[in-house]
Structure formats: C-alpha cells, structure tokens
C-alpha cells in the first residue's frame, strides 16, 4: 500500500513538471515570434503549430491571447531578474554589475523586435499600464542599487539616484514604444545605448566614467 502512495506521488509530480515544462515552452516559442513578428502578426493557432501541440492544449494552458501576452512578458521578466542576479554576484563591483548586465540586456534587444511593444500598447493598453508599474519599481530597484555604488566612489552622493533611473527608465520604454512602427532593431539599439550613457555617466564621479568610457570603448558602444 505504501509502495503505492509513493508511486502515485511521483507520478503527479512527474505530471506537474512536464506540465510546467509544456507551459514554458508555450512562453518561449509565442515570446519568439512575436517579438519576430509582433503580436498581431501571430496566431494561436501558429504558437500551437510551433509547439507541436493541439490548438485545445494550447487553450487548456493558456485561455486567451492577451493572457499570453501578458504572461509573455512576465516570464520574460523573471528570465531577465535571474540572469542578472547571477551576473551581479560575477562582477568586482556596482558599477561592474551594471555594466555586465546591461550588456546582457543589450544583446537580448537585438533579438527582440520593438514591434511587440508598439502592438501591446495599441491592442492591450491595460497591459501597457501594467508594464509602466512594473518599470516604475524597477526603476527604484535600480535606484537602490546604485546607492550601494556610492560608497565605492562610483556614483555621486549629490545626486537622487532613485529619481534618476526613474527618468532613464521611462526613456527607454518611450523609445521602444515610438521606434515599433519602423521596427528598426538597430536604432533602437543606438537610441538606448545613448539614453543609458547619458544616464550613467551623469550620476558618476570622475573614477566612475572613467570606467565607464572604458567599458563602451572596449565593447565598441
């Protein structure tokens, strides 16, 4: 009887996980193409073709578009959160971390398309509410730390940090919602890059932009 328990235990665990695994492919592939092709451009019907999954099962784990898209982006976020925490505790310092991280970012946007932007502020504006929350907190978690910086000589102590990565916050979701329409990857590209470099060294002492000017150079930014 307890050899039975146990073997009905493993199965719903085994059923969970390959559920959760069929989930997150789901977030994977729809996330692809439609930042390949924006969210109006993509069906259901080809995120179920892609997956190799019936349109029904799609629709048991997801049960409409605007959930998936909004799920998308959480999921994205989450990827996002994890991958520069473990870039964070590589780096010799805040302003080290930062610029890794960034660096990440910047790559994954070139793999991105802005379309996906401008087609969740037109079709879901509710959503588009949502993600400026999101990017009003991490704006104040960016905030904190930079603050962190400042004992390192990195950041100035003269200047509202908080109030600062809440500005170049806004930027670039203003750049990546305007440049949709052109779905100009590389411009993008360039007009953060240029937002982020205005931002940065201009809540850095000397020692910082140094470090800085260094990093851009070097990565040819």
């Known amino acids: 009887m307890r050899v039975f328990k146990v073997f009905i235990v493993t199965l ?13 492919k789901i977030l994977i592939t729809a996330s692809s193409l439609m930042d390949k092709y924006g969210i109006s451009s993509v069906t259901m019907d080809d995120i179920a073709k892609e997956c190799h999954i019936s349109k029904r099962t799609l629709y048991e784990k997801i049960p409409d578009k605007r ?42 946007l070139t793999e991105a398309s802005s379309l996906f932007f401008k087609d969740m502020n037109r079709l879901y504006p509710e ?29 100035s102590s003269n200047i509202d940090l908080s109030l600062a990565a809440e500005v170049f916050i806004a930027q670039s979701s203003i750049i990546m919602k305007e440049m949709g329409a052109s779905n100009d990857i ?35 930014i």
């Open 12 to 24: 719903q665990a085994e059923i969970r996980n390959s559920m959760s695994e069929l989930r997150n």
């Open 67 to 108: 959930t998936l898209v909004w799920n998308c982006i959480l999921h994205n976020r989450e990827k996002t959160q994890s991958e520069a925490k473990v870039l964070a505790k590589e780096s010799t310092s805040i302003l080290d971390a930062l610029l890794q991280i960034y660096r990440h970012m910047r790559k994954n």
């Open 127 to 155: 959503l588009g509410k949502q993600c400026r929350e999101m990017h009003r907190q991490q704006a104040q978690s960016l905030g904190k730390f930079l603050q962190k910086g400042i004992q390192e000589g990195m950041f």
């Open 186 to 220: 590389d411009t993008v590209g360039k007009m953060i890059d240029t937002a982020f470099i205005i931002f940065l060294r201009g809540v850095a002492t000397q020692k910082g932009i140094e470090i800085i000017d260094d990093f851009f150079k070097e990565n040819n």
